[in-house]
């Protein structure tokens, strides 16, 4: 059996959610680009952070298609 009794491993959790949609104009490229991650600093390590986003679409200044992962760990001092 498995007992949740608090909730501090979802108190240090942050989402981030971004559509971008550049319309064409004047013959150029229309931009959409979806972005979405996850930021999570575990119990007790505060300055710990791990991160996981999500990118696909047109890349805004290059016009480049992407479609990417991304894993990380970000330490503050």
Do not use: C, H
């Not at 480049?64 to 760990?73: D, L, P």
């Amino acid at each position: 059996m498995f007992l949740i009794t608090k909730m501090k491993y979802l108190s240090a959790l942050e989402g981030r959610v971004r559509y971008l949609y550049l319309e064409n104009t004047n013959g150029a490229v229309t931009v959409p680009r979806f972005e979405a991650g996850l930021s999570a600093s575990p119990p007790g390590l505060q300055n710990v952070t791990l991160d996981l986003e999500y990118v696909d679409g047109r890349d805004q200044t290059t016009l480049q298609e992407e479609e990417r992962w991304t894993a990380g760990i970000g330490v503050r001092f």
